[in-house]
């Protein structure tokens, strides 16, 4: 056997072993849809270990390091979401009293909020981190923190002001 044919069996040999117990480790807190899409992520990340396989000594705690990662990168992207939507409510007009306040609340959104204000919330709201958005808008990944602290204080004192 060859190097590429050891990695694909030591690959194979940990699918078939730990799929289901990786898929039952996800179904405790997600939907099965989303527990069998978090599972092919991890087995995908695997992959990128298929090299060092037969050199692992406990393969079951690196396919669980691995899934434990892919579960915090999801409820990291799901918090992101959740940051993101809060943000977009503070576009639903609920409080004006009549159609003319909420034309102008409108009006005066869209001199608040740049088009790198929208390309920001939108990467956000997609679940992108902070470093991601950063080299996408060829920015520090801080400067991509602070611009959303300061787009959210514009969105506050817009929307408070009327």
Same mark, same amino acid.
């Given at each position: 056997m060859n190097k590429n044919e050891n990695c694909v069996t030591a690959f194979n040999d940990m699918y078939d072993k730990y799929y289901k117990k990786v898929l039952s480790y996800f179904k405790k807190e997600f939907n099965i849809d989303e527990a069998e899409d978090l599972t092919q992520q991890t087995f995908l990340q695997l992959w990128s270990w298929a090299p060092n396989l037969q050199f692992t000594k406990n393969k079951k705690a690196l396919i669980f390091h691995i899934a434990k990662n892919v579960r915090c990168d999801r409820y990291r992207q799901k918090a992101m979401m959740l940051d993101a939507l809060s943000l977009a409510d !503070?576009?639903?007009?609920?409080?004006?009293?009549?159609?003319? !306040?909420?034309?102008?609340?409108?009006?005066?959104? &869209?001199?608040?909020?740049?088009? &790198? !204000?929208? &390309?920001?919330?939108?990467?956000?709201? &997609?679940?992108?981190?902070?470093?991601e958005i950063g080299r996408m808008l060829g920015i520090s990944s801080s400067a991509v923190r602070t611009r959303l602290q300061k787009l959210r204080g514009k969105i506050k004192d817009n929307v408070t002001d009327i």
């Open positions: !503070d576009f639903e007009i609920s409080d004006c009293h009549s159609f003319t !306040d909420e034309v102008d609340l409108k009006l005066s959104m &869209q001199n608040v909020i740049t088009q &790198q !204000d929208k &390309q920001l919330l939108i990467l956000t709201g &997609q679940g992108y981190k902070s470093g």
